[in-house]
């Protein structure tokens, strides 16, 4: 596993041109090591330092080439100058006389780089199995983790934002999870959920007495999360006279139960999301600016699904996955299922999602979901439907069964057929053939040509309908 070291590392053979180099690269305040090429294999093997410098000496440009693809997840810089080197990792040379823009700009470079090519951090198992919730390749979501790393183990106040069902809570349980506050209750408050006339007490708790019904006292969402962390959701519904109250906690870490007069500390770490715009709801007058403010510490952009449908192959796996460990059963999808449902829009996002996926383990409980077994507003892709070839025998015993099976009547008009066997007979396959067009042609009718009614209207499944107008030369129109 990959780790990342805040260290630079001077690479080449020790004299007073890179003890100077190293003096001025410790006046920055960096941490330097000076070792010899030889070492340097031992070193890169699963370490990523800040930034490698090698120092030219007498090695060759293809030298250089060779060292730098072998590690290309480690930013380079070269004391001296070879001439230009075609490899991605190099991004730039240290020129003499030293100075500090040109160094400073070049250790910027590597930190970019460095963000851009980010290895894999090890993780515990905790983190692992709540990270699952977030899986995807595309970068959005990977930049949404590497920032859930990256202020889980502060106390800073993160504001969550994105569209609803992008799992802005499921950020919020990372957070905790993977802070120092994990042994403390994680508490979720939906703020949009509760009356304002009760929020404040919901918060914060009231005594006894304080108002009609109050026949105790009671703990608030505040008093609750007492070491942990309190996720107020939708915290653009939150009343503005609320508002004051809870950017007072915020300001002092400290509040009042409705209706007490004792100063209770917030030992609580807050984490608020909302799907709403924040900025336009200040320009409205219905969001306090000082709040925004102070809850917008570090803010955390959830992408919509629509912005990373590639995402939704691995977000199928662990859904299927999620749905089978809870005992409800198990599907799977076609690959043309798979790429159709990578096409459909996702209003909804990771939640609808997870709804359509438990709505397809109920209807193929252990079944393979191919493109037509997709609500019709998830087939973004052309497929023919799958029909078992029938002998026309078999397809006309099923139609005298339709016929004579069927707990209503079926009319015949009097006026094509006889209503009693003529002495000469009939032709009863030419007979029952003519009834199925004159019948599948006035479903047609009434339904306004729309199969999948006239199908239900028949009785009949849709493939079979359009097996029977197949059959017969019969279209829409």
Not at 181 to 202: K, Q, T, Y
Request: glycine share 6%; hydrophobic share 40%; aromatic share 6%.
């Amino acid at each position: 596993m990959m780790q990342t070291d805040q260290r630079i590392l001077l690479v080449g053979t020790p004299s007073e041109r890179l003890s100077r180099l190293c003096c001025i690269f410790e006046f920055l305040g960096e941490q330097i090591d000076i070792i010899t090429i030889e070492k340097l294999s031992t070193c890169l093997q699963e370490t990523r330092f800040r930034a490698l410098v090698i120092s030219i000496d007498n090695m060759s440009a293809d030298a250089l080439k060779l060292v730098a693809s072998q590690y290309p997840w480690q930013p380079i810089l070269l004391f001296g100058h070879v001439g230009e080197l075609q490899v991605s990792n190099v991004l730039g040379h240290i020129e003499e006389p030293l100075n500090y823009p040109q160094l400073t700009e070049l250790l910027h470079f590597c930190q970019v780089y460095g963000q851009v090519k980010r290895p894999q951090v090890p993780t515990s198992a905790n983190q692992t199995k709540l990270f699952r919730s977030l899986v995807g390749r595309s970068d959005g979501i990977a930049n949404v983790r590497h920032l859930i790393s990256q202020v889980a183990t502060s106390d800073a106040t993160v504001l969550v934002l994105g569209q609803s069902g992008t799992g802005k809570e499921v950020v919020a349980r990372n957070i905790h999870y993977l802070s120092e506050r994990r042994d403390g209750p994680f508490i979720p408050v939906n703020c949009g959920a509760i009356p304002p006339e009760l929020l404040e007490s919901e918060l914060f708790g009231h005594e006894k007495g304080s108002f009609t019904g109050a026949i105790s006292s009671r703990k608030g969402r505040f008093e609750l999360a007492e070491g942990g962390t309190l996720f107020l959701d939708e915290i653009g519904d939150m009343p503005l006279q609320m508002q004051v109250k809870l950017l007072r906690v915020l300001q002092e870490r400290v509040f009042e139960r409705v209706g007490g007069t004792k100063t209770i500390n917030a030992d609580v770490r807050v984490v608020a999301a909302t799907h709403r715009d924040l900025e336009t709801m200040i320009s409205s007058n219905e969001f306090r600016e000082d709040l925004y403010y102070r809850l917008n510490v570090f803010p955390i952009e959830m992408p919509a699904l629509s912005e990373r449908k590639d995402d939704v192959p691995l977000l199928l796996q662990e859904l299927v996955s999620r749905v089978y460990n809870e005992g409800r059963g198990k599907v799977r999808f076609t690959q043309r299922a798979i790429e159709s449902l990578k096409e459909h829009a996702w209003s909804g996002n990771v939640r609808e999602l997870s709804n359509l996926v438990e709505r397809l383990t109920i209807l193929y409980p252990g079944g393979l979901v191919d493109v037509n077994d997709l609500p019709i507003k998830y087939r973004h892709i052309d497929v023919p439907e799958y029909s078992v070839e029938l002998s026309e025998e078999q397809q006309e015993r099923d139609a005298l069964a339709s016929i004579f099976t069927s707990e209503e009547p079926v009319e015949i008009p009097e006026t094509r057929f006889p209503s009693e066997l003529p002495p000469e007979g009939v032709n009863l396959k030419d007979l029952l053939a003519e009834l199925e067009i004159d019948m599948i042609r006035q479903a047609l009718e009434q339904q306004d040509n729309v199969v999948a009614r006239a199908a239900e209207m028949l009785g009949i499944r849709r493939t079979t309908l359009v097996e029977k107008m197949r059959k017969y030369g019969m279209t829409k129109e």
